[in-house]
Protein backbone atom coordinates (compact mmCIF):
# COMPACT_ATOMS: atom_id res chain seq x y z
CA UNK A 1 0.00 0.00 0.00
CA UNK A 2 2.15 3.39 -1.05
CA UNK A 3 2.05 5.98 1.49
CA UNK A 4 -0.91 8.11 -0.66
CA UNK A 5 -3.23 5.20 -0.11
CA UNK A 6 -1.97 5.46 4.32
CA UNK A 7 -2.73 8.96 4.15
CA UNK A 8 -6.40 8.52 2.31
CA UNK A 9 -7.56 5.88 4.82
CA UNK A 10 -6.07 8.47 7.95
CA UNK A 11 -7.77 10.99 6.37
CA UNK A 12 -11.33 8.72 5.77
CA UNK A 13 -10.72 7.81 9.64
CA UNK A 14 -8.38 5.04 9.35
CA UNK A 15 -8.05 1.00 8.44
CA UNK A 16 -9.78 -1.81 10.25
CA UNK A 17 -7.82 -3.21 12.59
CA UNK A 18 -6.54 -6.32 10.32
CA UNK A 19 -5.92 -3.53 7.47
CA UNK A 20 -3.98 -1.56 9.73
CA UNK A 21 -2.03 -4.30 11.33
CA UNK A 22 -0.85 -6.50 7.99
CA UNK A 23 0.10 -3.56 6.16
CA UNK A 24 2.38 -2.62 8.99
CA UNK A 25 3.62 -6.51 9.74
CA UNK A 26 4.49 -6.85 5.64
CA UNK A 27 6.37 -3.45 6.13
CA UNK A 28 8.30 -5.22 8.56
CA UNK A 29 9.00 -9.01 7.97
CA UNK A 30 9.30 -11.40 10.77
CA UNK A 31 9.73 -8.65 13.58
CA UNK A 32 7.02 -7.87 15.86
CA UNK A 33 5.73 -4.24 16.49
CA UNK A 34 6.04 -2.31 20.39
CA UNK A 35 4.56 -0.06 21.99
CA UNK A 36 4.96 0.64 25.93
CA UNK A 37 2.13 1.50 27.97
CA UNK A 38 3.20 3.24 31.28
CA UNK A 39 0.33 5.49 32.21
CA UNK A 40 -2.53 3.72 33.79
CA UNK A 41 -5.50 5.94 31.56
CA UNK A 42 -3.17 4.68 28.57
CA UNK A 43 -3.69 1.41 29.11
CA UNK A 44 -7.52 1.59 29.63
CA UNK A 45 -8.08 3.26 26.97
CA UNK A 46 -6.02 1.13 24.55
CA UNK A 47 -7.78 -1.66 25.88
CA UNK A 48 -11.31 -0.52 25.36
CA UNK A 49 -10.39 0.95 21.95
CA UNK A 50 -8.84 -2.73 21.16
CA UNK A 51 -12.37 -4.08 21.84
CA UNK A 52 -14.01 -1.35 19.41
CA UNK A 53 -11.89 -2.20 17.35
CA UNK A 54 -12.13 -5.86 17.00
CA UNK A 55 -14.13 -7.15 13.80
CA UNK A 56 -14.03 -11.13 14.53
CA UNK A 57 -12.56 -12.09 18.23
CA UNK A 58 -11.47 -10.59 21.57
CA UNK A 59 -9.96 -13.13 23.76
CA UNK A 60 -8.87 -11.99 27.08
CA UNK A 61 -6.71 -13.47 30.12
CA UNK A 62 -7.23 -11.73 33.27
CA UNK A 63 -5.91 -12.40 37.24
CA UNK A 64 -8.26 -9.74 38.65
CA UNK A 65 -11.49 -8.25 37.78
CA UNK A 66 -12.75 -5.24 39.72
CA UNK A 67 -16.55 -4.56 40.31
CA UNK A 68 -15.39 -0.70 40.15
CA UNK A 69 -15.90 2.13 37.21
CA UNK A 70 -13.11 0.45 35.19
CA UNK A 71 -14.38 -2.94 35.39
CA UNK A 72 -17.65 -2.27 34.63
CA UNK A 73 -16.50 0.19 31.79
CA UNK A 74 -14.51 -2.96 29.84
CA UNK A 75 -17.67 -5.11 29.96
CA UNK A 76 -19.31 -2.64 28.64
CA UNK A 77 -16.66 -2.65 26.08
CA UNK A 78 -17.13 -6.48 25.73
CA UNK A 79 -20.46 -5.98 25.11
CA UNK A 80 -20.45 -3.68 22.61
CA UNK A 81 -17.85 -6.13 20.89
CA UNK A 82 -20.40 -8.68 20.83
CA UNK A 83 -23.45 -6.95 19.41
CA UNK A 84 -21.12 -6.68 16.56
CA UNK A 85 -21.18 -10.09 15.99
CA UNK A 86 -17.32 -10.37 17.74
CA UNK A 87 -16.74 -13.59 19.51
CA UNK A 88 -15.84 -12.70 22.84
CA UNK A 89 -13.74 -15.41 25.64
CA UNK A 90 -13.12 -14.08 28.75
CA UNK A 91 -10.68 -16.39 31.11
CA UNK A 92 -10.68 -15.04 34.59
CA UNK A 93 -8.61 -16.92 37.64
CA UNK A 94 -11.59 -17.89 40.29
CA UNK A 95 -9.19 -16.18 43.01
CA UNK A 96 -10.29 -12.43 43.16
CA UNK A 97 -14.01 -13.37 41.39
CA UNK A 98 -16.27 -13.28 44.45
CA UNK A 99 -19.16 -10.98 44.50
CA UNK A 100 -19.43 -11.15 40.50
CA UNK A 101 -20.33 -14.19 40.09
CA UNK A 102 -24.04 -12.24 38.70
CA UNK A 103 -22.22 -10.17 36.60
CA UNK A 104 -20.51 -12.46 34.90
CA UNK A 105 -24.19 -15.03 34.22
CA UNK A 106 -25.55 -11.85 33.23
CA UNK A 107 -22.52 -10.82 30.97
CA UNK A 108 -22.70 -14.63 29.70
CA UNK A 109 -26.47 -14.39 28.52
CA UNK A 110 -25.05 -12.93 25.41
CA UNK A 111 -24.76 -15.04 22.46
CA UNK A 112 -21.14 -14.32 21.21
CA UNK A 113 -19.83 -14.02 24.97
CA UNK A 114 -17.91 -16.76 27.00
CA UNK A 115 -16.51 -16.83 30.37
CA UNK A 116 -14.49 -19.25 31.92
CA UNK A 117 -12.91 -19.61 35.31
CA UNK A 118 -9.70 -20.49 35.70
CA UNK A 119 -9.27 -23.25 39.00
CA UNK A 120 -12.40 -22.62 40.14
CA UNK A 121 -13.65 -22.69 43.93
CA UNK A 122 -16.36 -25.16 44.77
CA UNK A 123 -17.87 -23.38 47.43
CA UNK A 124 -18.78 -20.03 46.15
CA UNK A 125 -19.81 -17.80 48.80
CA UNK A 126 -17.32 -19.25 52.21
CA UNK A 127 -14.32 -19.99 49.79
CA UNK A 128 -11.73 -19.83 52.76
CA UNK A 129 -12.55 -22.84 53.49
CA UNK A 130 -10.80 -24.67 50.78
CA UNK A 131 -7.86 -23.27 51.58
CA UNK A 132 -7.66 -25.37 54.77
CA UNK A 133 -9.91 -28.55 53.25
CA UNK A 134 -8.28 -28.22 49.78
CA UNK A 135 -4.71 -26.24 49.88
CA UNK A 136 -2.80 -27.63 47.19
CA UNK A 137 -4.83 -26.97 44.45
CA UNK A 138 -6.85 -23.78 45.19
CA UNK A 139 -3.15 -22.18 46.44
CA UNK A 140 -2.19 -22.40 42.62
CA UNK A 141 -3.42 -19.62 40.71
CA UNK A 142 -3.84 -18.34 36.80
CA UNK A 143 -1.50 -14.62 37.32
CA UNK A 144 -1.15 -14.06 33.47
CA UNK A 145 -2.93 -11.03 31.80
CA UNK A 146 -3.28 -10.95 28.01
CA UNK A 147 -5.53 -9.11 25.94
CA UNK A 148 -5.77 -9.79 22.15
CA UNK A 149 -8.50 -8.56 19.28
CA UNK A 150 -8.70 -10.46 16.17
CA UNK A 151 -4.99 -12.93 17.23
CA UNK A 152 -3.58 -9.04 15.43
CA UNK A 153 -3.01 -6.52 18.23
CA UNK A 154 -2.39 -8.02 22.19
CA UNK A 155 -1.67 -5.93 25.13
CA UNK A 156 0.25 -8.04 27.45
CA UNK A 157 2.22 -7.13 31.21
CA UNK A 158 1.14 -6.65 34.72
CA UNK A 159 -2.11 -4.65 34.92
CA UNK A 160 -5.37 -6.88 35.86
CA UNK A 161 -8.82 -4.77 35.01
CA UNK A 162 -9.35 -2.16 38.10
CA UNK A 163 -9.53 1.41 39.11
CA UNK A 164 -6.22 0.90 41.10
CA UNK A 165 -4.38 0.00 37.80
CA UNK A 166 -5.87 2.69 35.24
CA UNK A 167 -5.09 5.46 37.87
CA UNK A 168 -8.76 6.18 38.77
CA UNK A 169 -8.92 4.71 42.41
CA UNK A 170 -9.06 7.13 45.44
CA UNK A 171 -5.88 5.88 47.87
CA UNK A 172 -3.30 3.33 46.59
CA UNK A 173 -2.70 3.78 42.88
CA UNK A 174 -0.27 1.00 41.16
CA UNK A 175 2.69 2.26 38.96
CA UNK A 176 2.53 -0.49 36.65
CA UNK A 177 4.15 -1.76 32.62
CA UNK A 178 2.05 -3.33 29.78
CA UNK A 179 3.05 -3.88 25.85
CA UNK A 180 0.84 -3.13 23.02
CA UNK A 181 2.20 -5.43 20.44
CA UNK A 182 1.44 -6.71 16.97
CA UNK A 183 2.69 -9.32 14.60
CA UNK A 184 4.03 -12.45 15.24
CA UNK A 185 4.08 -12.17 18.70
CA UNK A 186 0.53 -11.30 18.73
CA UNK A 187 -0.31 -14.55 17.03
CA UNK A 188 1.44 -16.38 19.55
CA UNK A 189 -0.23 -15.09 22.25
CA UNK A 190 -3.22 -16.05 20.85
CA UNK A 191 -2.40 -19.80 20.24
CA UNK A 192 -1.46 -19.20 24.10
CA UNK A 193 -4.97 -18.31 24.85
CA UNK A 194 -6.63 -21.42 23.23
CA UNK A 195 -4.01 -23.72 24.83
CA UNK A 196 -5.48 -22.32 28.40
CA UNK A 197 -8.56 -22.12 27.10
CA UNK A 198 -8.93 -26.05 26.54
CA UNK A 199 -6.92 -26.73 29.83
CA UNK A 200 -9.00 -28.57 32.06
CA UNK A 201 -8.05 -26.46 34.63
CA UNK A 202 -10.57 -23.59 32.62
CA UNK A 203 -13.77 -24.63 33.45
CA UNK A 204 -17.11 -23.04 31.99
CA UNK A 205 -18.98 -20.62 34.02
CA UNK A 206 -22.48 -22.67 34.10
CA UNK A 207 -20.50 -25.78 35.29
CA UNK A 208 -18.11 -23.92 38.01
CA UNK A 209 -21.60 -21.83 39.94
CA UNK A 210 -24.17 -23.50 41.34
CA UNK A 211 -25.92 -20.51 41.23
CA UNK A 212 -27.18 -18.16 38.32
CA UNK A 213 -28.64 -15.08 40.14
CA UNK A 214 -28.02 -11.69 37.79
CA UNK A 215 -27.28 -9.15 39.90
CA UNK A 216 -27.87 -5.21 38.94
CA UNK A 217 -25.05 -3.47 37.71
CA UNK A 218 -24.09 -0.18 38.82
CA UNK A 219 -24.52 2.82 35.76
CA UNK A 220 -21.18 3.28 34.85
CA UNK A 221 -20.23 6.65 32.74
CA UNK A 222 -19.29 7.23 29.63
CA UNK A 223 -15.42 6.34 28.95
CA UNK A 224 -13.28 9.46 29.01
CA UNK A 225 -12.05 8.82 25.17
CA UNK A 226 -9.36 11.86 25.49
CA UNK A 227 -6.66 9.03 25.67
CA UNK A 228 -7.48 6.56 23.36
CA UNK A 229 -4.80 7.60 21.05
CA UNK A 230 -2.35 4.36 20.81
CA UNK A 231 -5.09 2.77 18.74
CA UNK A 232 -6.29 5.75 16.69
CA UNK A 233 -2.89 5.97 16.09
CA UNK A 234 -2.42 2.41 14.82
CA UNK A 235 -5.97 2.49 13.16
CA UNK A 236 -4.44 5.45 11.03
CA UNK A 237 -1.27 3.77 10.26
CA UNK A 238 0.47 6.39 12.19
CA UNK A 239 1.57 5.04 15.25
CA UNK A 240 5.42 5.22 15.69
CA UNK A 241 6.03 1.33 17.00
CA UNK A 242 9.48 -0.19 17.73
CA UNK A 243 9.78 -3.20 15.61
CA UNK A 244 12.06 -6.07 16.82
CA UNK A 245 12.57 -9.65 17.90
CA UNK A 246 9.93 -10.17 20.34
CA UNK A 247 9.55 -13.92 22.13
CA UNK A 248 6.49 -14.69 23.94
CA UNK A 249 7.44 -17.00 26.62
CA UNK A 250 4.15 -18.47 28.85
CA UNK A 251 4.07 -21.57 31.78
CA UNK A 252 1.90 -24.37 30.66
CA UNK A 253 -1.56 -23.87 32.20
CA UNK A 254 -0.39 -27.60 33.61
CA UNK A 255 1.67 -25.90 35.97
CA UNK A 256 -1.72 -24.85 38.16
CA UNK A 257 -2.23 -28.82 38.88
CA UNK A 258 1.42 -28.65 40.17
CA UNK A 259 2.40 -31.98 38.25
CA UNK A 260 4.30 -29.99 35.91
CA UNK A 261 8.39 -30.39 36.53
CA UNK A 262 10.26 -27.36 37.26
CA UNK A 263 12.30 -26.92 34.47
CA UNK A 264 9.21 -26.85 32.50
CA UNK A 265 8.15 -23.26 33.89
CA UNK A 266 9.14 -19.73 32.27
CA UNK A 267 11.97 -19.03 34.54
CA UNK A 268 14.24 -21.38 32.58
CA UNK A 269 13.19 -20.12 29.38
CA UNK A 270 13.34 -16.15 29.95
CA UNK A 271 16.90 -16.80 31.41
CA UNK A 272 17.61 -18.17 28.61
CA UNK A 273 16.48 -15.53 26.08
CA UNK A 274 18.10 -12.84 27.82
CA UNK A 275 21.75 -14.55 28.15
CA UNK A 276 24.21 -13.80 30.86
CA UNK A 277 25.18 -10.12 32.13
CA UNK A 278 27.72 -9.24 30.95
CA UNK A 279 27.11 -5.20 32.17
CA UNK A 280 24.63 -4.94 33.86
CA UNK A 281 20.92 -6.37 35.30
CA UNK A 282 18.00 -3.85 36.36
CA UNK A 283 15.56 -5.51 37.57
CA UNK A 284 12.09 -4.18 38.91
CA UNK A 285 9.48 -6.35 40.93
CA UNK A 286 6.65 -5.49 43.82
CA UNK A 287 7.26 -8.47 45.39
CA UNK A 288 10.92 -9.76 45.66
CA UNK A 289 11.76 -12.82 47.62
CA UNK A 290 15.18 -14.31 46.11
CA UNK A 291 16.07 -17.84 46.99
CA UNK A 292 19.30 -19.19 47.60
CA UNK A 293 19.95 -20.00 44.49
CA UNK A 294 19.30 -16.45 42.97
CA UNK A 295 21.18 -14.82 46.20
CA UNK A 296 24.72 -17.08 44.75
CA UNK A 297 23.41 -15.95 41.27
CA UNK A 298 23.25 -12.44 42.20
CA UNK A 299 26.74 -12.52 44.43
CA UNK A 300 28.48 -14.29 41.31
CA UNK A 301 27.28 -11.27 39.15
CA UNK A 302 28.22 -8.68 41.77
CA UNK A 303 32.22 -10.80 41.54
CA UNK A 304 32.39 -10.32 37.72
CA UNK A 305 32.01 -6.81 38.48
CA UNK A 306 27.90 -6.74 36.82
CA UNK A 307 26.37 -3.60 38.24
CA UNK A 308 22.91 -5.68 39.67
CA UNK A 309 20.33 -3.00 40.53
CA UNK A 310 17.05 -3.54 42.22
CA UNK A 311 13.54 -1.99 42.64
CA UNK A 312 10.66 -3.34 44.48
CA UNK A 313 8.42 -1.86 47.04
CA UNK A 314 9.10 -0.12 50.65
CA UNK A 315 7.16 -1.34 53.49
CA UNK A 316 5.53 1.59 53.17
CA UNK A 317 4.08 1.71 50.24
CA UNK A 318 3.65 -2.78 49.60
CA UNK A 319 0.19 -3.66 49.47
CA UNK A 320 1.30 -7.39 51.00
CA UNK A 321 3.12 -6.72 54.19
CA UNK A 322 3.86 -10.54 54.15
CA UNK A 323 6.04 -10.84 51.06
CA UNK A 324 8.31 -7.76 52.23
CA UNK A 325 9.00 -10.16 55.18
CA UNK A 326 10.29 -12.72 53.04
CA UNK A 327 12.53 -9.93 51.28
CA UNK A 328 13.96 -8.36 54.62
CA UNK A 329 15.65 -11.53 55.44
CA UNK A 330 17.93 -11.36 52.06
CA UNK A 331 18.63 -7.68 51.90
CA UNK A 332 21.75 -7.96 54.32
CA UNK A 333 23.29 -10.70 52.36
CA UNK A 334 21.86 -8.77 49.00
CA UNK A 335 23.67 -5.72 49.73
CA UNK A 336 27.04 -7.59 51.02
CA UNK A 337 26.84 -9.21 48.00
CA UNK A 338 26.75 -5.43 46.30
CA UNK A 339 23.52 -5.72 44.76
CA UNK A 340 22.39 -1.93 44.91
CA UNK A 341 18.43 -2.18 46.58
CA UNK A 342 15.89 0.19 46.01
CA UNK A 343 12.60 1.07 47.82
CA UNK A 344 9.93 2.57 46.43
CA UNK A 345 8.81 5.53 48.58
CA UNK A 346 4.78 5.67 49.16
CA UNK A 347 4.64 9.19 47.70
CA UNK A 348 6.50 8.32 44.33
CA UNK A 349 5.58 9.10 41.11
CA UNK A 350 8.01 8.07 38.20
CA UNK A 351 7.90 9.66 34.85
CA UNK A 352 7.89 7.50 31.68
CA UNK A 353 11.42 7.84 29.90
CA UNK A 354 12.51 10.36 27.67
CA UNK A 355 11.35 8.86 24.24
CA UNK A 356 8.33 8.24 25.20
CA UNK A 357 5.27 10.84 24.56
CA UNK A 358 3.15 9.78 27.71
CA UNK A 359 3.75 10.61 31.17
CA UNK A 360 3.01 7.80 33.85
CA UNK A 361 1.02 9.74 36.68
CA UNK A 362 1.93 9.31 40.42
CA UNK A 363 0.22 9.65 43.13
CA UNK A 364 0.72 10.28 47.22
CA UNK A 365 -0.57 6.77 47.37
CA UNK A 366 1.59 4.47 44.67
CA UNK A 367 2.92 0.88 44.98
CA UNK A 368 4.87 -0.28 42.47
CA UNK A 369 2.91 -2.96 40.60
CA UNK A 370 5.87 -3.48 37.56
CA UNK A 371 7.58 -6.90 36.49
CA UNK A 372 10.52 -5.74 34.17
CA UNK A 373 14.25 -6.39 33.84
CA UNK A 374 16.32 -5.42 31.65
CA UNK A 375 20.08 -7.19 30.67
CA UNK A 376 23.16 -5.16 29.87
CA UNK A 377 20.65 -2.62 28.13
CA UNK A 378 19.91 -4.19 25.45
CA UNK A 379 17.51 -6.66 25.76
CA UNK A 380 14.13 -6.70 28.31
CA UNK A 381 11.37 -8.83 29.71
CA UNK A 382 8.10 -7.36 30.25
CA UNK A 383 5.00 -9.28 31.95
CA UNK A 384 3.16 -10.76 35.19
CA UNK A 385 5.98 -12.54 36.36
CA UNK A 386 7.32 -11.14 40.01
CA UNK A 387 10.83 -12.14 41.01
CA UNK A 388 9.31 -14.70 44.20
CA UNK A 389 8.86 -18.67 44.94
CA UNK A 390 4.59 -18.17 44.00
CA UNK A 391 5.88 -16.87 40.61
CA UNK A 392 8.61 -19.60 39.99
CA UNK A 393 6.89 -22.82 41.25
CA UNK A 394 3.09 -21.95 42.26
CA UNK A 395 1.33 -19.17 39.49
CA UNK A 396 1.13 -19.51 35.61
CA UNK A 397 2.65 -16.42 34.12
CA UNK A 398 3.48 -14.81 31.18
CA UNK A 399 5.31 -11.95 29.38
CA UNK A 400 8.05 -10.69 26.32
CA UNK A 401 11.39 -10.99 25.98
CA UNK A 402 12.26 -7.47 23.57
CA UNK A 403 15.12 -6.97 21.97
CA UNK A 404 15.35 -4.23 22.59
CA UNK A 405 17.92 -1.32 23.23
CA UNK A 406 15.84 1.28 23.48
CA UNK A 407 13.75 -0.67 26.19
CA UNK A 408 16.40 -1.56 28.24
CA UNK A 409 18.42 0.99 28.12
CA UNK A 410 15.61 3.01 29.25
CA UNK A 411 15.31 0.56 32.07
CA UNK A 412 18.77 1.14 32.97
CA UNK A 413 18.68 4.66 32.89
CA UNK A 414 15.57 5.19 35.35
CA UNK A 415 18.27 3.65 37.95
CA UNK A 416 20.54 6.61 37.64
CA UNK A 417 18.31 9.07 36.78
CA UNK A 418 14.48 8.99 38.13
CA UNK A 419 14.86 5.82 40.91
CA UNK A 420 17.21 7.46 43.09
CA UNK A 421 14.94 10.57 43.51
CA UNK A 422 11.46 8.13 43.64
CA UNK A 423 13.04 5.42 45.82
CA UNK A 424 15.03 4.84 49.41
CA UNK A 425 18.35 4.07 48.54
CA UNK A 426 18.67 1.09 51.00
CA UNK A 427 22.68 0.77 52.24
CA UNK A 428 24.41 -1.43 54.83
CA UNK A 429 27.12 -0.33 57.09
CA UNK A 430 29.21 -2.89 59.20
CA UNK A 431 28.77 -0.88 62.38
CA UNK A 432 25.98 1.16 61.49
CA UNK A 433 23.64 -1.62 60.65
CA UNK A 434 20.58 -1.12 57.66
CA UNK A 435 19.69 2.82 56.73
CA UNK A 436 18.08 3.84 54.11
CA UNK A 437 18.88 6.99 52.22
CA UNK A 438 16.34 9.27 50.91
CA UNK A 439 17.29 11.90 48.83
CA UNK A 440 15.50 15.22 48.69
CA UNK A 441 15.57 19.18 47.31
CA UNK A 442 17.64 20.00 50.53
CA UNK A 443 19.83 16.98 50.91
CA UNK A 444 19.81 13.47 51.60
CA UNK A 445 17.92 12.57 54.29
CA UNK A 446 19.23 9.23 57.02
CA UNK A 447 16.76 6.49 58.05
CA UNK A 448 17.23 4.10 60.62
CA UNK A 449 14.15 1.85 60.48
CA UNK A 450 12.08 1.22 57.92
CA UNK A 451 10.74 4.65 56.74
CA UNK A 452 6.75 5.78 56.69
CA UNK A 453 6.02 2.48 58.26
CA UNK A 454 4.65 2.22 62.03
CA UNK A 455 5.26 -0.15 64.95
CA UNK A 456 2.62 -2.49 64.30
CA UNK A 457 3.39 -3.07 60.61
CA UNK A 458 7.23 -3.21 61.43
CA UNK A 459 6.01 -5.98 64.08
CA UNK A 460 3.95 -7.99 61.79
CA UNK A 461 6.92 -8.35 59.20
CA UNK A 462 9.52 -9.43 62.12
CA UNK A 463 7.26 -11.71 62.71
CA UNK A 464 6.05 -13.22 59.60
CA UNK A 465 9.86 -12.94 58.66
CA UNK A 466 10.79 -15.38 61.52
CA UNK A 467 7.81 -18.43 59.76
CA UNK A 468 8.82 -21.10 57.49
CA UNK A 469 6.62 -19.73 54.77
CA UNK A 470 9.09 -18.18 51.79
CA UNK A 471 7.50 -20.93 49.50
CA UNK A 472 4.33 -19.36 49.50
CA UNK A 473 5.31 -16.07 49.12
Known amino acids: MTMTDMQRHAAEGGYTLSEAVDAQVRAHAGASGVVMLLDGRD ?9 DAAERTLDIQCYIWRNDRSGNLMFDALRRAADRGVQVRLLLDDNNTQGIDGLLVELETHANISVRLFNPFRRRRFRAIEYLTDFSRVNRRMHNKAFTADGKATIVGGRNVGDEYFNEAEGMLFLDLDVLAVGPVATDVQVNFERYWAS ?8 ALRSRIVEQRPPTPEPDDSQSLFVRALLAGTLEMEWTTVTMVSDDPAKATGRQPDQG ?10 GSPKRSLDLVS ?5 GRRSMRYFAELARRHVRVSVLTNALESTDVAAVHAGYVKRRRG ?3 AGVQLYELKRSAALPAPRHQRYMARGSSHSSLHAKTFAVDGIRAFVGSLNFDPRSARLNTEMGFVIESPAIAGAIAEAFITRVPESAYRVRYHRYRGLHWQERGPDGDTIHTREPGAGLLRRAFVRVVSWLPVDWLL
Open 265 to 274: NVWPRITALL
Open 43 to 51: AFAARARLA
Open 334 to 336: LLR
Open 200 to 207: PMAVPLSR
Open 286 to 290: PYFVP
